[in-house]
Nanobody
Framework: QVQLVESGGGLVQPGGSLRLSCAAS????????MSWYRQAPGKERELVGD????????TYADNVKGRFTISRYNAKNTVYLQMNSLEPEDTGVYYC????????WGQGTQVTVSS
């Protein structure tokens, strides 16, 4: 069992930045591929991007590429999502996911981009 807790969400103006964190409960954190997803109101959950176990490889959805960066610090069992140049379309609940033999989800953190 892995428990994930996201933090760092909030209200930000268009063009602003936020950094989300996701802390995992297990010391075997480095065994998991970590991903960030988001769900906008009335829409399905979509993949934002993910990062390999060692942190050396990342992939991103086309609509966030060049604006968002995923990183991880395995010694602190934490994965980050740095979001820059935020747009109103980035509004939603952001979830982290740990994928190994099983898949685990956090409870989500709200991000609202509005002037």
């Amino acid at each position: 069992q892995v428990q994930l807790v996201e933090s760092g969400g909030g209200l930000v103006q268009p063009g602003g930045s936020l950094r989300l964190s996701c802390a995992a409960s297990r010391s075997t954190f480095s065994n998991y591929v970590m991903s960030w997803y988001r769900q906008a109101p009335g829409k399905e959950r979509e993949l934002v991007g993910d990062i390999s176990r060692g942190g050396g490889s990342t992939t991103y959805a086309d609509n966030v590429k060049g604006r968002f960066t995923i990183s991880r610090y395995n010694a602190k069992n934490t994965v980050y999502l740095q979001m820059n140049s935020l747009e109103p379309e980035d509004t939603g609940v952001y979830y982290c996911n740990a994928r190994g033999m099983f898949s685990y989800w956090g409870q989500g953190t709200q991000v609202t981009v509005s002037s």
